[in-house]
């Protein structure tokens, strides 16, 4: 989805100080903000301190919001107008700290923003198999039946689903996983038909 827009801190929009010391990457002006009793409330667009350092890569001020001594003014399922959420961005940047410590504190794993597109299917698309593989040891039964429901017909635009992802960039475990959790091996590409079962037998990998 769209990210927060560059400078956006200067338009009015709800922003706070907050908000622009952790768009500009200022971690110690960030420090110096929540210990003088700065929140972390989220902008008009639903834009929160936390989804911001994410989006623009300062994982190490996505840390420093998820301490301990700031969890009471943390929104860490917080969503924007498209549905984009902490935990989605983390796992496609692949910050598996971040990943982590979001799931530590309660991150809901079977969120998806409004493309369908969930943390899972991010870490998938983007290469990240380790941060996938900790989403999926994470998850609990009912996240996984919500994942045999969806994820394998959460598609990129180019119509590839997170089981054809992980098959094409030979991700075997990850495969594996998501065909034990009952995704199926005979949805088609939208746009070529090839299934993930076709193509892993097109490379000797059944």
């Known amino acids: ?31 110096v ?12 667009q639903g834009a929160s301190p936390l989804l911001i350092s994410l989006q623009y890569r300062h994982p190490a001020i996505a840390l420093h919001l998820l301490r ?14 498209d549905g984009t959420f902490p935990l989605l961005v983390a796992a496609m ?21 409004r493309r369908g597109e969930s943390a899972l299917s991010a870490a998938i698309h983007s290469g990240y198999v380790d941060v996938a593989q900790l989403l999926l040891d994470k998850s609990s039964t009912g996240v996984l039946q919500r994942y045999r429901k969806h994820v ?6 180019d119509g590839v689903t997170s089981l054809f ?24 590409h939208s746009k070529t038909g090839i299934t993930p079962l076709m193509l892993a037998a097109q490379r000797g990998k059944v």
């Open 1 to 31: 989805g769209a990210f927060y827009q560059p400078r956006n801190t200067e338009i009015g929009n709800g922003a706070t100080a907050l908000h622009a010391a952790v768009e500009n990457g200022h971690l110690k002006a960030v420090r």
């Open 33 to 44: 903000l929540l210990d003088a009793g700065a929140s972390q409330l989220t902008s008009m």
């Open 68 to 81: 301990e001594s700031n969890l009471g003014k943390v929104h860490v399922n917080a969503q924007t107008a």
């Open 93 to 113: 940047h692949g910050y598996k700290r971040v990943v982590e410590r979001l799931l530590d504190i309660g991150a809901k794993t079977n969120m998806t923003d």
């Open 152 to 157: 394998d017909t959460i598609r990129t635009q």
């Open 165 to 188: 992802a992980a098959v094409r960039r030979g991700f075997t475990n990850i495969a594996k996983a998501l065909i034990k959790r009952g995704v199926s091996v005979n949805e088609h």
